[in-house]
């Protein structure tokens, strides 16, 4: 990960006791071989497009018989879904895949999965021979015939397509919380931001039918989910490749509408497919979550023009003015990266003084960091890590009062919150709202988790919002 600190509101959430217990085995279960295939460990890094390949990824090793185990030393097959992002990815999977080199017995074995596999590629077998299997995300639609590979013995599986039209399907997927599901709605990426390793990872564009999206809702919904978050590198770029070309505010919509499903959520938005029709829906359908989740990387038309984001400062500025001036309007969350090759002192204080600006509700910031293959790992002007280290101090500096600042003002507000868990502290819960505040309260009722209760703010930290349960 990159040490800028995570001041997005969700990143505050404990997961502690908000998930349902997966369906795993302790080590002495599996130890007893109750599974006929094997059992398999699986651990995730990255955005919530791995987190949700993995639920994926689990489900068909799951349908082919595997179970899950929760240490690696109970597996026989060990799988890493790693992320490339940001910063020194592929040494870290090196340095972790060592350490399991000397744990690892005669029987089990090591797959590396996500974009550090299609980075890396059949390199990984060289730098680490005691893997078998190297996927990256573009072919998990393949894993039933690899892992039949990998069972009949052979000891270098590969699935590295990048050049594919298809997405991932699966008829089974294991989700790890009980209320809110993941939905991909578009795979890969073709915007080609020069800072940016994900359209060499996750391959080009591609988009599921609208039908069948609405046909996994459904399911969902009666199965006791409530919330849907669908997914995309560039979610609103969604193009329906089927005959009813539905627009993505109209699958929103749709979605919005499906009996049980309370709260519709979609990450991330890129601001130039970000229209007017998509503020419309959130207007017109209170189950549409009112956030927006629109990177904007910097303030400086220069630089943005240097990251080829395809817009300008004041074009990205129209975008928010339409948001905030909508009859509902949404909490605007973003993400910036300080310190891009040629970045001036200049050109970064136009960065601060966006965020006076646009006032966000959260800030997700990194220091620049050159990825293989992109085309700003070539461009001059590197910003020395001292100078990008102060830059992003002073940025999350000036987020922390603009953010404090703006929860103060709620205090009295009442939010409907949607219960994620129960804090250690007697009496008091926390949850997120529709427009993704972490709010914690207290209520003396027994049980609430996965229930949407109402709840009058009273205070706040710098981060998250304090109240009491209105009963
Ligand atoms: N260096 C720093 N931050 C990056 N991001 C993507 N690539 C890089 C990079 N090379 C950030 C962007 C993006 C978020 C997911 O990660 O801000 O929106
Ligand atoms: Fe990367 Fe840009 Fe695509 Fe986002 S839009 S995944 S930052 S290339």
Redesign the pocket.
């Known amino acids: 990960m990159?040490e800028g600190i995570d001041i997005r509101l969700e990143a505050l959430t404990n997961p502690a006791t908000a998930r349902a217990p997966a369906p795993v085995l302790t080590a002495s279960t599996a130890a007893e071989g109750i599974s006929p295939r094997g059992t398999f460990f699986l651990e995730t890094f990255g955005?919530q497009m791995n987190e949700h390949d993995s639920e994926k990824v689990a489900g068909v090793l799951l349908a082919r018989g595997y179970q899950q185990v929760e240490t690696p030393e109970a597996a026989s097959l060990i799988l890493y879904n790693t992320c490339s992002?940001?910063e020194k990815a592929a040494q870290k999977v090196f340095s972790r895949l060592g350490v399991y080199r000397d744990l690892l017995g005669k029987e089990q074995r090591i797959g590396v999965l996500g974009c550090v596999a299609q980075q890396e590629g059949e390199a990984i077998f060289a730098r680490a021979p005691w893997v078998s299997l190297v996927c990256g995300s573009a072919s998990y639609r393949h894993l039933p015939q690899m892992l039949a590979q990998l069972e009949a013995g052979e000891q270098r599986v590969t699935g590295l397509d990048n050049d594919t039209d298809e997405t991932f399907e699966t008829e089974v997927t294991r989700r790890d919380n009980p209320w809110r599901a993941y939905i991909t709605i578009i795979e890969g990426c073709d915007k080609a931001c020069a800072?940016?390793?994900v359209p060499f990872t996750r391959g080009p564009e591609r988009s599921r039918d609208s039908g069948r999206i609405l046909a996994e809702l459904r399911k969902l919904a009666d199965a006791g989910f409530t919330e849907v978050q669908f997914l995309g590198q560039t979610v609103n770029s969604y193009l329906d490749p089927s005959p009813r070309k539905m627009r993505f505010s109209a699958l929103l919509s749709a979605a919005a509408e499906v009996q049980g499903i309370r709260r519709v959520r979609f990450t991330?938005s890129h601001p130039r497919d970000f229209t007017s029709d998509i503020v419309e829906a959130i207007e017109a359908h209170p189950a549409i979550c009112n956030h927006v989740h629109l990177?904007v990387?910097s303030g400086s038309t220069r630089v943005l023009r240097a990251m080829q984001r395809t817009y300008s400062r004041s074009e990205y500025l129209e975008k928010i003015a339409m948001i905030r001036g909508a009859k509902r309007p949404s909490a605007i969350t973003t993400?910036?990266?300080v310190g891009f090759p040629g970045e001036t002192a200049a050109e970064f204080d136009e960065t601060l003084s966006l965020l006076d600006q646009v006032k966000y509700e959260g800030v997700?910031s990194?220091?620049?960091?050159?990825?293989p293959n992109?085309p700003?790992a070539a461009m001059p002007g590197a910003v020395p890590e001292l100078e990008q280290s102060r830059r992003l101090a002073l940025l999350q500096e000036r987020q922390r009062a603009i953010q404090i600042d703006a929860l103060r003002k709620l205090a009295g507000q009442m939010f409907e919150v949607h219960v994620d868990g129960k804090s250690k502290k007697e009496n008091q819960w926390y949850g997120h709202s529709s427009c993704n505040r972490v709010v914690s309260f207290h209520s003396p009722a027994t049980e609430l988790l996965g229930q949407y209760v109402a709840v009058r703010v009273t205070g706040c930290t710098p981060n998250s919002l304090i109240g009491d349960h209105l009963q």
């Open positions: 990159s955005c992002i940001r800072y940016c390793v991330t990177p990387q993400d910036i990266i997700f990194f220091k620049y960091s050159p990825r992109t700003a």
